[in-house]
């Protein structure tokens, strides 16, 4: 299966969840408070920290291994289960604790929260090495339906629930029957695996890789975490639900990156390295460039409609994220420059590398966010724009030394890039003035730019020959079919 057609189809089923689960954001939006929003934020982004920390990187092991056998996954699933009995335990016996940093005066407000979130993580071993399974095989069906099956039975369950008046208790009750969904989709595809005693053979070898890796990605996690856990401890919870919403709006292509493409590339990447190292590079930039392409123009289309996006989705209550809703946009759209770095690095085995690179870039990133808390969450989101830069600076050096880039020639490739998402979002800045000129309505409004946002782009990237083009072409195809 080549790069483009398994990106094509991962992204298609990670794009649906993503959007999905924004709807489940924005009818939360409609029905609770951003204080409320906020509880919920700084509990859920904790327990996906935990999430993190407790998985270890186990699917990268399997795939990084091509062909894993029953008794490496069965060894997996014993040492999935000792780290999710540790980190409950430690959660339950610090939870005072926990709840201080994570929330600060307000800390009773998610204590509760925290405790009703922690089923979750049972679902790391059931589930964890069947998905590293099916992606180090780069079946991407079973992952895609068990995807979009999670989201939409999260959106019904979370209305349902917010009908009846359940309140902040049904964004968390949805995200457990979700991960049931999940789970139990994952299990019809792989139900040999379901039945594995844990055991705990070559675990030497296997924490090899997961100890350095997870070393990694806990400086990494935390990074990501410390935004708005910084803005729940130190402005409280109603500013942690704007900095989350503005989060939510800006993390839509960040996530379906991470979702969607990091995992498909890094399993290309471990196959190439085992057979053709020199298609490494070639594809690097090929991936870069497409990811260019399309998340350039979207931050710059959010950017420009930021204050139409948060009123008609969010509602009245949600205005004082605007600001920060911009400069996250352009953060993101730096973001994507070092998007695929750790899973070079991973998968050249470059592990000092990586862990130097988190813990660097990390510890900038703490402490320049709780610095920045006291110029409100726009000064939290200015932190996490320099974060970005000072990361893709980092970021390039590595990659010309390890995978041989030439830093000008990766430039040159991005020129299609700026050049449909100049002419993209200038058009947009053209169609707004128009609109409020001839004073048409906020939703009719947003609903003519992003008409011409979609056609302008679609025209552009076949113009001005994006690498986007095929991979658009290849996402149609599958649409139709």
């Known amino acids: 299966m080549s790069i483009l057609r398994a990106l094509s189809g991962s992204v298609i089923g990670g794009v649906s969840s993503i959007l999905v689960n924004f709807l489940t954001v924005v009818l939360a939006s409609r029905y609770l408070q951003p204080a409320d929003v906020g509880a919920y934020a700084v509990s859920f982004t904790f327990i996906t920290v935990v999430s993190l920390l407790a998985e270890a990187n186990a699917q990268n092991y399997i795939i990084k291994s091509i062909n894993a056998d029953v008794e490496m996954i069965s060894s997996i699933k014993g040492i999935l289960w000792l780290h999710i009995i540790f980190f409950i ?3 339950l016996i610090f939870l005072d604790e926990i709840s201080y940093v994570l929330a600060g005066a307000d800390s009773k407000k998610v204590s509760g929260i925290v405790i009703l979130m922690l089923p979750i993580l049972v679902a790391i071993p059931v589930a964890s090495p069947e998905l590293g399974v099916l992606r180090g095989k780069m079946k991407y069906g079973p992952i895609m339906l068990s995807g979009v099956a999670s ?6 369950f979370c209305f349902y629930l917010l009908q009846e008046g359940y309140g902040v208790l049904a964004l968390v009750l949805s995200v457990i029957f979700s991960k049931i969904v999940e789970v139990f989709v994952v299990i019809l595809f792989l139900p040999d695996y379901l039945i594995l005693i844990p055991r705990f053979v070559g675990i030497k070898k296997i924490y090899s890789f997961l100890l350095p890796t997870t070393i990694s990605q806990a400086a990494g996690t935390v990074g990501f975490a410390v935004s708005e856990i910084a803005s729940g401890h130190y402005l409280g919870l109603h500013a942690a639900g704007l900095f989350n919403r503005a989060n ?19 399993a290309n990447l471990a196959h190439l390295l085992s057979t053709s190292p020199r298609e ?5 930039v090929t991936t870069q460039n497409i990811m260019s392409g399309v998340g350039w123009s979207v931050f710059g289309f959010l950017y420009v409609q930021a204050g139409s996006f948060v009123e008609i989705f969010f509602g009245p209550n949600w205005k004082d994220a605007v600001v920060a ?18 899973s070079v690095l991973m998968a050249l085995d470059e592990k000092r590398v990586m862990i130097f690179r988190e813990l660097l870039i990390q510890s900038f990133r703490v402490i320049i966010v709780i610095w920045s808390t006291k110029y409100g969450i726009e000064g939290v989101a200015t932190a996490v724009l320099f974060t970005y830069a000072m990361t ?13 880039l030439k830093i000008s020639d990766f430039f040159v490739s991005l020129l299609p890039s700026f050049f449909v998402s100049t002419t993209v979002v200038l058009c947009v800045c053209v169609s707004e003035f128009f609109c409020e000129y001839f004073q048409i309505s906020l939703n009719v409004g947003f609903a003519i730019n992003l008409v011409v946002f979609f056609v302008l782009w679609v025209t552009c990237i076949f113009l001005f020959k994006h690498g986007a083009a095929s991979y658009v072409m290849v996402v149609f195809q599958k649409i139709r079919k």
Do not use: G, W
Not at 249 to 264: C, D, F, H, N, W
């Open 392 to 404: 893709a600076l980092f970021d390039l050096i590595t990659m010309q030394k390890f995978l041989k």
């Open 151 to 156: 989201s939409f039975s999260r959106l019904i």
């Open 248 to 266: 939510a709006l800006t993390s839509i292509y960040r996530t379906a990156i991470e979702r969607a493409v990091v995992p498909i590339y890094y």
């Open 325 to 342: 809703v911009k400069i996250l946009s352009i953060a993101c759209a730096i973001y994507i420059l070092c998007a695929m770095t750790s």
């Open 89 to 91: 335990t430690v959660v």
């Open 280 to 284: 490494a590079t070639k594809n690097y």
